[in-house]
């Protein structure tokens, strides 16, 4: 049984930080691409970042270099680090592993970023 488990989320100041992430089981961690995505309110979900099985990660415009993707294959974990948080960036957070036409989801993890 595949399960993707995400933690960290929660509630920050603008400008403030969080470190989401997602413990994967009941997969080949190591051989699928990981990838964070997200959904506001009245919106579509969006991939916000995602890293290969060798390691390159890419980003969504919107995101770069306030966002950083990382995973520790040894951990069969991903995580998504978030510096300077805007409000725009309020959503719940998704985990996806992927390989092939294999797709598994996690429940989400609300993030929101208010004063």
């Known amino acids: 049984q595949v399960q993707l488990v995400e933690s960290g989320g929660g509630l920050v100041q603008p400008g403030g930080s969080l470190r989401l992430s997602c413990a994967a089981s009941?997969?080949?961690?190591?051989?699928?691409?990981m990838a964070w995505y997200r959904q506001a309110p009245g919106k579509q979900r969006e991939l916000v970042a995602a890293?290969?099985?060798?390691?390159?990660?890419n980003y969504a415009d919107s995101v770069k270099g306030r966002f950083t993707i990382s995973r520790d294959n040894a951990k069969n974990t991903v995580f998504l680090q978030m510096n300077s948080l805007k409000p725009e960036d309020t959503a719940v957070y998704y985990c996806?592993?992927?390989?092939?036409?294999?797709?598994?989801w996690g429940q989400g993890t609300q993030v929101t970023v208010s004063s």
């Open positions: 996806k592993a992927g390989w092939g036409t294999r797709d598994y």
């Open positions: 890293v290969t099985s060798g390691g390159s990660a």
């Open positions: 009941g997969i080949t961690f190591n051989i699928y691409r």
